[in-house]
């Protein structure tokens, strides 16, 4: 059978462009093909009045500078994407619990985190000194489960205590650690970055994480999302890969276990290996012939849990950040420090539990609105509970009340007023989410995390959960599950994998 | 470290394996195919709707309104929910090409939830789909509409308690289902709608807002004709000088929807008023008919230019005037181009430019910052000034 294609992938979301990059930079023919006008899926910005507004990015990790680069930094380096990285944060987050009186913003830099950590409760610093150290223990042990060939033994050979920390949740290690409570509730205010509380996410995933922020601070594509996407856009096009747009997969052709190209209106197209950035389920359910679609595949898939969605509101303001009293770019916002009750309040419900990020952009970038003005992006999030707004006016409803709780709860928390200066404001909500990504409930994502389908678990468990050859998964679905870098890396994972597949059948494919 | 020791089992990772892997082998093997979310986006947000047109009303010579009901043998069972002021596209084909325009929703909220939709489509000079929609559309004709669209909507978070609505002509649609609205109970605010006819005869909707007025106490409605003056209607054009006759002395917002000469007078108009940015709202601006007429055109020597156009694995050169935007002339070269608001809001004919030189009117350049950086354009409001090479998103 003579093939189109190398490799055809459908969606130009993060993990689709990632990949798609790769392969056509490598030599490899390759056709992305998306079903909206633009790629980005998350990533992209949109345009009202005088603003152009961040659409769902709300720092990306491990960028760092020329000088001091991070691992997203060198990817785009290395993929020859042109970003124009803001960075040089000097805080990481702003925490405000008004029930139990903490305020506190965290500095990045691990000596300075670790002096304020110290500063706001007396006798953490040791403790935290340990996570770091922890931290940079599972960061490498991860980089090493990365390597080809890797497995459990060979990286436990070298990093005997790793899985101990891959085994136990946050609040086991800090409390094994003797890290006081407050300290702790401090230092895991990113949970909702994994979407998971600290009594279920995995330290060393958690650890890994939270130093990248400390050291490296935020990353910011000078113009929104958008910019990233298109600069992956532009490397897949300069190498001679076809992306089409507005184009919809109607079917992945699989033939004996393997799939080998798919359907788009009557046509066939063929190609060696097929990337999908759709849901397994999506897939399972309706996009693979009855007999080729794998049992356990569909049990993995029914195992699990859909991944948290939110509702989050942009706000263009006609007052400058300064001039509203907001000056941190992160700003969480809770009814309790306690993870687990916060992500239990958002469970089963659409009712706002009184969580809320608030993201102020012109913090980082402080030209990304005209002068005068500056934008807000507030989000909250729910485990599932939206299956039962069916009703238009209701919903149009809870999104103005629920927005307005959020504007009103950040009001009062920062002690600033926000209300009267808004120009323009868009509400997104769960279907929102769904219309443009085409996730199951609109979660940006993926599966949810829980203790017994943690990310470790999921890339142990990889080899033996491809049920199709030559099938691959990216974006929030796969392995690596939620967030715009494991995006990044579930691409260049499938990526690399097509292409050591291309090797092993004798050169490309053509 | 000695703590943490005695608190964590080594084998906690494996368990939890194996849990996992149980937890598979004991799950469901149907694959999910539902998922409410999803439905219910999809039911907010059709790509298409396939409608027939129910009946049809001549409200002047040269202005119809045309009402439109799903047609369930082709899929659509129900009109999808939008916001008073948002618009549908309609989409035709002439000579084997398909077109869109957008037009908006006159007919209410409610009336949707019933089941039909009203567009009131008026005959522009230059409108090959207004004529053809005009000459040809009659009751029980198969027609095909977007979702609805736009962002010409009240906000109670961001908008005044009193919005002074200014209309002129068919402008007036959007109001009319805001008024609708109020009535109803699907909005809540303070209405006070200055409309600009050329006479008493050419307003649109009279009876149907003299009727509103009556029905509730927050709408008012000021008939400004411009070619007559009659008692019990306001002389002259929409001026700043009338806005203040009629606002609230306290906060309001001002929202715009009327041809593009209205635009260009009343903006002026409106600026004399001195209100905060975020008071003013304007309905699209609508198609560009020739750039020589806007402020910040450059102009060229070439009377015509080549187009090179890729679209998915086709490519194709086609020849077009400077005056036309590259949408024109792909669509009058037979290439169907994705579009919805053709006024450069919406982003939705978003193209690449791989080489040459163009024009974007700046007042309607609503391009985002990447695609500045990286040659995006939106072919509706894009003007040619030398020959291009693009690539086009496919036109569903």
């Known amino acids: ?510 | 470290m000695t703590e943490s020791k005695s608190v964590m089992s080594d084998g906690a990772f494996r368990e939890q394996l194996q849990e996992r892997r149980d937890r598979i082998d004991s799950a469901s093997s149907q694959a999910r195919k539902s998922f409410p979310v999803n439905d219910f986006a999809r039911r907010l947000h059709p790509v298409r709707q396939y409608m027939k047109i129910g009946k049809v009303t001549e409200l002047e010579p040269g202005t119809k309104c045309f009402r439109f009901v799903p047609d369930p043998a082709r899929g659509t069972d129900q009109c999808a929910p939008f916001l008073a002021g948002q618009y549908l596209d309609v989409y035709i084909t002439i000579n084997g090409m398909t077109v869109s325009r957008p037009y908006s929703i006159s007919s209410s909220p409610k009336e949707a939830e019933e089941g039909f939709y009203e567009l009131t489509i008026k005959y522009v000079d230059d409108g090959l789909v207004s004529k053809y929609v005009l000459d040809n559309w009659k009751e029980g004709d198969e027609v095909e509409l977007s979702g609805p669209e736009g962002s010409f909507f009240y906000s109670p978070l961001r908008d005044a308690r009193t919005v002074v609505c200014l209309a002129g002509g068919s402008g007036i649609t959007p109001f009319l289902s805001l008024a609708q609205a109020i009535v109803d109970g699907y909005e809540d605010f303070q209405m006070i709608l200055l409309y600009g006819s050329r006479s008493e005869d050419h307003i649109l909707y009279k009876d149907k807002f003299d009727e509103l007025e009556k029905a509730s106490d927050k709408i008012k409605v000021v008939h400004v004709l411009s070619d007559e003056e009659k008692a019990g209607y306001e002389h002259g054009f929409i001026t700043a000088d009338l806005i203040r006759k009629y606002a609230p002395s306290s906060e309001y917002s001002v929202f715009v929807c009327g041809p593009q000469q209205m635009y260009r007078f009343v903006d002026k108009e409106i600026e004399k008023l001195g209100l905060q940015q975020k008071f003013v709202r304007h309905e699209l601006f609508g198609e560009i008919h020739g750039p020589a007429g806007m402020e910040d055109y450059p102009g060229t020597d070439m009377p015509e230019v080549k187009i090179t156009v890729s679209i998915r694995d086709t490519r194709k050169t086609v020849t077009g005037s400077v005056n036309d935007s590259v949408m024109q002339t792909l669509e009058k070269n037979g290439i169907s181009v994705p579009a919805s608001c053709r006024s450069g809001e919406c982003g939705l004919c978003r193209s690449q430019l791989v080489s040459g030189e163009v024009y974007v009117p700046k007042a309607v350049d609503g391009r985002r910052l990447a695609d500045l950086k990286f040659g995006g354009i939106h072919p509706c409001v894009t003007f040619p000034l030398s020959d291009l090479e693009i690539i086009v998103p496919y036109a569903k």
């Open chain 1, 1 to 510: 059978m003579s093939a189109d294609y190398d490799v055809i992938v459908i969606g130009a979301g993060n993990g689709g462009l990632a990949s798609a990059a790769l392969t056509a930079k490598n030599g490899l023919r390759t056709l992305l093909v998306e079903k909206h006008n633009i790629p980005g899926g998350s990533a992209t910005s949109f345009r009202r009045g005088r603003f152009e507004f961040e659409t769902s990015l709300h720092e990306l990790c491990n960028v760092g500078t020329a000088e001091n680069p991070g691992g997203i930094y060198k990817l785009f380096q290395m993929l020859g994407a042109d970003v124009d990285w803001a960075t040089g944060m000097d805080e990481t987050f702003r925490l405000i619990c008004p029930p139990e009186g903490i305020d506190v913003t965290m500095p990045c830099g691990i000596e300075k985190f670790l002096g304020a950590l110290e500063k706001e409760v007396p006798g953490s610093a040791p403790s935290m000194v340990q996570v770091f150290k922890l931290a940079g223990m599972c960061t490498q042990a991860l980089a090493a489960m990365d390597e080809p060939g890797a497995t459990m033994e060979t990286v436990e050979e070298k990093f005997p205590d790793f899985f101990k920390y891959a085994g136990h949740s946050i609040t086991e290690v800090l409390d094994g650690l003797g890290m006081p409570k407050k300290a702790q509730r401090i230092i895991t205010t990113y949970w909702p970055y994994l979407g998971a509380n600290a009594d279920v996410l995995d330290f060393a995933i958690y650890s890994r994480m939270l130093a990248g922020y400390v050291i490296y601070g935020a990353g910011m594509p000078r113009y929104r999302s958008h910019e990233i996407s298109l600069a992956l856009e532009k490397v897949i096009r300069d190498n001679g890969g076809e992306i089409w747009y507005n184009t919809e997969i109607t079917e992945i052709l699989v033939k004996d276990g393997k799939a080998c190209g798919v359907k788009i209106g009557d046509r066939e197209y063929h190609a060696g290996s097929v990337v999908s950035s759709s849901y397994p389920d999506l897939v399972y359910g309706s996009m693979i012939d009855g007999e080729e679609v794998p049992e356990r595949g569909v049990k993995l898939a029914n195992s699990r849990e859909i991944g948290l969605s939110f509702l989050t509101v942009y706000l263009g303001m006609n007052k400058s950040m300064e001039e509203l009293g907001i000056d941190t770019y992160s700003n969480f916002i809770m009814p309790t420090t306690d993870s687990a009750q916060l992500q239990q309040a958002a469970t089963g419900t659409h009712d706002y539990s009184g969580y809320v990020i608030m993201n102020c952009l012109n913090k980082l970038i402080p030209d990304c609105t005209p002068e005068g003005t500056c934008q807000l992006f507030f989000t909250t999030l729910y485990y599932g509970g939206w299956d039962d707004v069916t009703d238009p006016e209701e919903y149009r409803k809870l999104k103005n009340d629920t927005a307005m709780k959020m504007i009103r709860d950040c009001e009062k928390a920062m002690g600033i007023s926000i209300l009267p200066y808004i120009e323009e404001i868009v509400i997104a909500g769960p279907p929102t989410f769904a219309r443009y990504l085409n996730t199951p409930e609109g979660t940006p994502y993926g599966y949810q995390v829980t203790k017994t389908d943690s990310f470790i678990q999921r890339q142990v468990e990889e080899k033996s959960e491809q049920f199709i050859k030559d099938l691959y998964f990216v974006g929030a679905a796969s392995k690596r599950g939620d967030g715009y870098s494991s995006a990044y890396l579930s691409g260049i994972d499938a990526g690399k994998a097509i292409l050591a597949r291309a090797r092993e059948k004798g050169g490309l494919v053509r």
